[in-house]
């Protein structure tokens, strides 16, 4: 009756054990994809964060209106000017007078 039991008892720990070791490969397993897709992920850059709001919407339309009107200056310029210099010294004037235009048609920034 010992013996029976003794051999029941050692049958069923080297089942649990077959188990645990199982469990402990699908860990380590389940780990080493998790890192490898942390790894991924941390290499893409993460999406921008919009704030959600009419306000912020409307800053939004009025920071788009205000760069596409910067854009359109330059292209709009470009084509007359013979030289990069003087190119490049619109574009740094206009981006220079971009804030004091901002705070003169939409008020504090």
């Known amino acids: 009756m010992a013996k029976e039991r003794a051999r029941k008892r050692a049958e069923r720990e080297a089942v649990q054990a ?12 389940r780990e080493r994809i998790d890192r490898g897709k942390r790894a991924v992920a941390s290499l893409v850059p993460d999406a921008p964060k919009r704030t959600p709001g009419l306000l912020a919407r409307k800053r939004r339309r009025r920071l788009f209106a205000f760069a596409l009107g910067i854009v359109a200056i330059c292209a709009l310029t470009w084509p007359f000017l013979p030289s990069w210099t003087a190119r490049l010294v619109v574009l740094v004037l206009v981006l220079l007078a971009a804030p004091v235009v901002w705070v003169m048609s939409f008020g504090r920034v």
């Open 18 to 29: 077959a188990e645990r070791e199982k469990r402990a490969r699908k860990r380590v397993r």
